[in-house]
């Protein structure tokens, strides 16, 4: 009696489309819902259950057994991944645990290399099929044998089964840290094709700019396009002959030092704008030594030429002092003069872009998943949070599953600098995103995951590594760190920025400071300036590695917090000797820290729900700042004061909260004036109504 697909590949324990896939090797095409005659059906059987499968394996085993012998005869190491060079015949694990992972569409995500066993599972399709199929495709194999992904995709696809490549992800720590440059790296050179370069624009204020930017904007992007105005995104893109450039429109250097705070190299050339009828300035020196610090390489534009008083050999002269030798000089650094006024020169400004990047080589993959970075960030109304993220490498899309941070969606919609919707981005491509729960910050990383349900598991990895650092900061750089690493021999040098009340005490500071040196170690002034310290200091501190010292100047109180949100030390002197110590003392690593600690919020106790010698389960209000989860606490009661009669409040005990929610729902952090409940891990501490726990973090 004829028997249905479906009914056959049941007696089978297969997949229908096996059956079918069967038949097919036996010239009969057959539908899901036809039936099967006996004759057919019989010889399915014998191919599922039996010779062929047997015939097969035996062949295989003996060809392996010949390639062993001659691989031993040779003794080559060949490291080639053709799978007849690289036979494995080790036992399989019976064991082994497949975890299948598939992307929102159903695609099944396969990883560069796995076992045939492991791709039979992941497929759900019985070994025998695959190697069947392998062998259909010149393939002789076993079960342990490990395959490559495009040998796995072939069999795959004749299955009839969707998949993917997994693509290299960045792990928590690098999300956490907004680090791509490890992943970068590790991009395959044959994957990899011309990315356009990304600018940003720097110099002293006033000297053009915002007008330069401006100018190559209107006369390079046709505007309208997308029916009026152009909004604003803190980037563009222009074409210059066919070639793309991608403008950061964020002039200064704020959002550049930002991103390379964070190890994101989200410029790959600096435009220092200098006017020509002023010269250098503070400010200018700065974005020099920004660019330098990034390494990546400047061209100056001379700026506001149509303007008497302009001298532009002055300039260059004042360039070259700076290490910054024009080109027309025999040095390297390219003068463009132009004017944003006249447009004089942005053309030829625009040409060396193109040269100077083209000779950068800069590519990415566009073949992958996404990594952007966040250049700028918004609330906007009626839409909610929005970002501005610039593709690092891969092709952004429409409908992506991200994780920014701690944070994880789906990119509900996408613009292009000119407004207009698109549907995917690819490398250095500027792009407002929508579908964010909150705003990012600058600098925080894009990453797309396969599936909505791995970003929402990549975000809860991050969000537990901030929850580890117990302020919630993102730790980059800390004299802790810097100090292991000098001791350890990994950082040999100590790069520092200088500022002084006067020129001649800054030169003489410079000049003391790079002469303190360690059999190990060795300091850099990176960069060296008159005036207090600034912002744009700190910011520069921040990329690593660096402490700002101070001569006769102080921080303000705002500068001071910044620094130390951004883990850059700051040390202020009035007498050389007590600086020069205190380098040498960070040198040796002989630097203490102390510990200071914050109190950060306190919670009443109103209930105790739950308690035993483990764990007690508290319900309270946050009577003052915030209670987060892993924070310490102190443990404060009303006591009766056996000599005096008075109630007085007794230090109890001290102790960890494991973890907090509102209602059933956990969360990460309450604010004060909340009702809440908390989980507190603990070894038999007696919690009692009325109690009050003082929450304290403590920082080097
Ligand atoms: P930013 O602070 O560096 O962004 O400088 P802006 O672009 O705001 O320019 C500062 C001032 O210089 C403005 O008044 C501009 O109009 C003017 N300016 C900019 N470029 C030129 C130029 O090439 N020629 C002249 N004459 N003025 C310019």
Known sequence: MPISVHDLAKQLAIAPEAVQLHAMDLDFEIGEDDLVSDEIAAEIKKIELGDEVKQAEHEIEEELQREIVE??????????????????????????????????????????????????????????????????????????????????????????????????????EELFRADISQLLKDEEPETLQKRPPVISIMGHVDHGKTSILDHIRKTKVAEGEAGGITQRIGAYQVNVDGDLITFLDTPGHEAFTVMRARGARATDVAILVVAANEG?????????????????????????????????????????????????????????PVSAKTGEGIDKLLDTVKIVAELQDLKANPNRTAIATVIESQMQEGVGPTATVLVNTGTL???????????????????????????????????????????????????IMESEKIARRKAEEVASISHEDELGK???????????????????????????????????????????????????????????????????????STIIVGFNVEASNRIQKLAEKENVGIFSFDVIYHLTEKINDILLGKLEEAEIETI?????????????????????????????????????????????????????????????????????????????????????????????????????
Request: proline share 3%.
């Open 71 to 172: 691989e031993q005869q040779k003794k080559t190491a060949g490291q080639k991944k053709s799978i007849r060079k690289k036979p494995k015949v080790e036992k399989e694990e019976q064991e082994e645990v497949v975890e299948v992972v598939k992307s929102d569409d159903g695609t099944i995500i396969l990883p560069e290399n796995l076992t045939v066993r492991q791709l039979a599972l992941k497929i759900s399709k019985p070994i025998p099929i695959v190697l069947v199929k392998l062998k259909q495709n010149g393939i002789i194999a076993n079960l342990a044998q490990d395959i490559d992904y495009e040998t796995a995709a072939v069999v795959a696809d004749e299955l009839g089964i969707k998949v993917k490549k997994e693509a290299v992800e960045l792990t928590g």
């Open 280 to 336: 250098l300035k503070p400010q200018s020196i700065e974005a020099i030594n920004h660019a330098k610090e990034a390494n990546i390489p400047i061209i100056v534009a001379i700026n506001k030429i149509d303007l008497e008083g302009a001298n532009i050999d002055q300039i260059k002269g004042q360039l070259a002092e700076q290490d910054l030798n024009p080109e027309d000089w025999g040095g390297k650094t390219p003068c463009i």
């Open 397 to 447: 899309k429409q409908g992506d599953a991200f994780v920014i941070y701690d944070q994880h969606g789906k990119i509900r919609t996408m613009k292009n600098f000119e407004g207009k919707d698109i549907k995917q981005a690819l490398p250095s491509t500027p792009v407002q995103i929508t579908g964010l729960s909150k705003l990012p910050h600058v600098g925080d990383l894009v990453q």
């Open 474 to 544: 993102r730790k980059k750089f800390s004299l802790a760190t810097m100090k292991s690493k000098l001791a350890e021999g990994k950082l040999q040098q100590l790069k520092v920025i200088v500022k002084a009340d006067s020129r001649g005490t800054m030169e003489a500071v410079k000049n003391e400071v790079e002469k303190v040196k360690t059999d190990e170690a060795f300091t850099k002034v990176v960069h060296a300036g008159v005036g207090e310290i600034t912002e744009s200091d700190v910011m520069l501190g921040s990329a690593g």
């Open 600 to 700: 950060v919020g306190e919670f009443k106790v109103k209930a105790i729900f739950a308690s035993n010698k483990k764990m007690a389960v508290l319900g309270g209000d946050v009577i003052s700042g915030k209670v987060r989860k892993l924070s310490k606490f102190r443990l404060f009661r009303e006591v009766k004061n056996e000599e005096t009669g008075d109630m007085e409040e007794q230090l109890i005990a001290e102790g960890k909260i494991a973890s907090v929610q509102i209602g059933q729902k956990e969360t990460n952090e309450i604010n004060e004036g909340t009702e809440c409940g908390m989980k507190i891990d603990h070894n038999g501490l007696v919690f009692k109504e009325g109690d009050r726990l003082e929450l304290f973090v403590v920082k080097k």
